[in-house]
């Protein structure tokens, strides 16, 4: 899991958050909630999980279209630790229903369970940081907007992404060149996500050295 100074590129986004990261870390404090947004295949989550490696806090992911029921949002919930970092990719889309005791969450650090009588019992929750990763944050609830702090991805530049895809391809044993790295980043339209798929289909199907 690498680190924010290992993350290429989002110099902006690395400036508006490091200080509170550090505020945070030194006073024990709970990073407040986050929300991602930034083109597709751009390596949000990848940031996020950089994020709580910076906090030396765990880290847990999700996307909203595998949270189903109303288990599948408060078991990692319930389960959470102090200052632990909770990601959900897409999460415009995550089901209204579930939504609802999201927002629970995160504004108040409770999780409501209707129990088998009908009555309400309300479990208080450790103080989490929700980090909500999104393409289209114009179609995120606005109550769960109130609570988080909007970040927005920068595209890459080539040079950016020619260095994505070169520690990626490095990482996967590949002996990529500048311009072969350069030319995959172009056909990628410069998204690390893009590339990273690109890229573990040739480790998986071509020899090591082909290039």
């Known amino acids: 899991m690498p680190g924010l100074d290992e993350i290429v590129g989002q110099t902006a986004l690395k400036e508006l958050l490091r200080p509170k990261i550090q505020f945070a870390k030194a006073g024990g404090l709970t990073l407040p909630h986050l929300l991602l947004c930034g083109e597709k295949e751009h390596g949000k989550m990848i940031f996020a999980a950089a994020i709580a490696k910076e906090l030396g ?12 029921s109303f288990l599948d949002v408060s078991s990692p919930l319930i389960d959470t630790k102090t200052r632990q970092i909770i990601a959900i990719a897409e999460i415009e889309t995550i089901r209204p229903a579930l939504l609802d005791h999201l927002i629970l969450a995160l504004s108040s650090f409770q999780m409501d369970i209707k129990l088998g009588t009908g009555k309400i019992h309300s ?11 999104t393409s289209k944050p114009w179609l995120v609830d606005e109550r769960l907007r109130r609570w988080c702090i909007a970040c927005q991805f920068a595209p890459y530049t080539p040079e950016e992404a020619t260095q994505i895809v070169m520690r990626i391809a490095r990482d996967k044993g590949i002996p990529f060149d500048s311009d072969a790295a350069s030319d995959v980043a172009a056909q990628c339209r410069l998204k690390p996500g893009e ?13 090591v050295g082909v290039f």
């Open 57 to 68: 806090v765990p880290f847990f992911s999700s996307s909203a279209g595998a949270l189903e």
């Open 195 to 207: 590339a990273e798929v690109f890229l573990h289909r040739v480790a998986s199907y071509f020899p």
């Open 123 to 133: 479990i208080a929750l450790p103080h989490f940081t929700f980090v909500g990763t």
